[in-house]
T-cell receptor, first 115, second 111 residues
Framework: ETGVTQTPRHLVMGMTNKKSLKCEQH?????MYWYKQSAKKPLELMFV???????ENNSVPSRFSPECPNSSHLFLHLHTLQPEDSALYLC??????????????FGSGTQLSVL | GEDVEQSLFLSVREGDSSVINCTYT??????LYWYKQEPGAGLQLLTY?????DMKQDQRLTVLLNKKDKHLSLRIADTQTGDSAIYFC???????????FGAGTRLAVHP
C-alpha cells in the first residue's frame, strides 16, 4: 500500500463516452502527477500539480482534462478518446515540487481500454 | 535531448545475481532512481543514488554509477522469484520533479 489510491482499476469506454479517473493520496503531499504508460512508450508525464495549481501540461491533447480540487485529490476527465489512448494511467504524488531528491509514490493505475 | 535506455528483458536462475543496466544522457542529473513495478501494480521506489556517489548498497541491492559513461546499473544478489517484475531506471532532469524514465527491463526469475 503506497498511500495513493486510484479508481477504477479497469475502464472500458467507447470513443464517444465521457469518463473520469480518480486519484486520492493519504500522504499529506503537495504535488500530484498523471503519467501514461503504454506498450509503445515508456512512462510519459502528462500533468503536474503543485498545491492544486497546474504547473505542467506536457503537450497533452485537450480530450484529457485534469482537475485538482485540493491537494489530496486529482482527477483526469476523459472525452472523445481514441483507441491509441488505451494505456495504463498512473497517478503519483510527492511531498513538494523542487526538492533536490523527491521521491514519487505511485498508485496502482487505471487500465483504460478505448473501443 | 533527454533519454534513458535500458535493455527490455533479463532472465536469471533463482539464487543467481541479476544485473540490470541503464544509460542516460543528461549529465546534470542530480539523482538517479530505480523503480520496481510488479504485475498489476504501480511503480515503487526501490533505491536511488546521488550523482556524486559511485556505489550504493542496500541489503541485496547494489547500485553502481559511472558518471563519465552515464551508465547506471542495479545488481540484485541472490535473486528470488519475488524479484520478478519490471525495473525502471529514471533520472531527475530539469526543474522540479520531472523524472525521465527508461522503457523498463522485465526480469524473469526461473527455478
Amino acid at each position: 500500500e503506497t498511500g495513493v489510491t486510484q479508481t477504477p482499476r479497469h475502464l472500458v469506454m467507447g470513443m464517444t463516452n465521457k469518463k473520469s479517473l480518480k486519484c486520492e493520496q493519504h500522504l499529506g503531499h503537495n504535488a500530484m502527477y498523471w503519467y501514461k504508460q503504454s506498450a509503445k512508450k515508456p512512462l510519459e508525464l502528462m500533468f503536474v500539480y503543485s498545491l492544486e495549481e497546474r504547473v505542467e501540461n506536457n503537450s497533452v491533447p485537450s480530450r484529457f482534462s485534469p482537475e485538482c480540487p485540493n491537494s489530496s485529490h486529482l482527477f483526469l476527465h476523459l472525452h472523445t478518446l481514441q483507441p491509441e489512448d488505451s494505456a495504463l494511467y498512473l497517478c503519483a504524488s510527492s511531498q513538494d515540487l523542487g526538492q533536490t531528491n523527491e521521491k514519487l509514490f505511485f498508485g496502482s493505475g487505471t487500465q483504460l481500454s478505448v473501443l | 535531448g533527454e533519454d534513458v535506455e535500458q535493455s527490455l528483458f533479463l532472465s536469471v536462475r533463482e539464487g543467481d545475481s541479476s544485473v540490470i543496466n541503464c544509460t542516460y544522457t543528461d549529465s546534470s542529473s542530480t539523482y538517479l532512481y530505480w523503480y520496481k513495478q510488479e504485475p498489476g501494480a504501480g511503480l515503487q521506489l526501490l533505491t536511488y543514488i546521488f550523482s556524486n556517489m559511485d556505489m550504493k548498497q542496500d541489503q541485496r541491492l547494489t547500485v553502481l554509477l559511472n558518471k563519465k559513461d552515464k551508465h547506471l546499473s542495479l545488481r540484485i544478489a541472490d535473486t528470488q522469484t519475488g524479484d520478478s517484475a519490471i525495473y525502471f531506471c529514471a533520472e531527475k532532469s530539469g526543474g522540479y520533479n520531472k523524472l525521465i524514465f527508461g522503457a523498463g527491463t522485465r526480469l524473469a526469475v526461473h527455478p
